[in-house]
């Protein structure tokens, strides 16, 4: 008889065991509530190639690269003024020394008016950028589940619950619906 009650106590041990484990497996709940969304982005640097036309200046090409117009000119002035001042052998050295200083300037005078002739043309100029623009790539999710606040990160945007399957919160994306 003993024997009878223990295994008759055993047996509603079992049942009752079963009872509450069939019970609390359909009321596990089927979705947790969604609390917070934050998105989570990162930078995104995208090369593009930026052009803009700019003026460029060049020195003119030289015509006269010996500045010979330049050396006969300033030659014959000096010479000139040179013969204006003294008499005699005198004027004649002062024709030929105002003759070579002159040369000499009007060389040097040509010279500096060819290196500022400049032409100005136009040229595209083009250069790598990156610009820079942030991408989302998910989102961390909190959630409240049996009471308990959770976090989870998901690769989609949920909306006012998650999915329960076996007491864990679902990440993976809903399927999406087709027309």
Known sequence: MMKGIAVGGLAMVVLGASGVTGYKALTKPAFADVVAVKE?????LTPRERCETVAVQRQAPVKDENRIAGTVIGGVAGG????????GSGKTLATVAGAAAGGYAGNQVQK???QKDVTTSTEQRC???NEKSQKVIGYNVTY?????????????????????KDGQVVT???PVAKS
């Open 40 to 44: 989570v982005t990162e930078t995104v």
């Open 80 to 87: 000139l003024l040179g013969s204006a001042i003294g008499g």
């Open 112 to 114: 500096n008016m060819q």
């Open 127 to 129: 250069r790598t950028v």
């Open 144 to 164: 409240r589940l049996d009471g308990k606040d959770g976090t989870v990160r998901t690769s989609f945007k949920p909306g006012a619950t998650l999915p329960v």
């Open 172 to 174: 993976t994306p809903p």
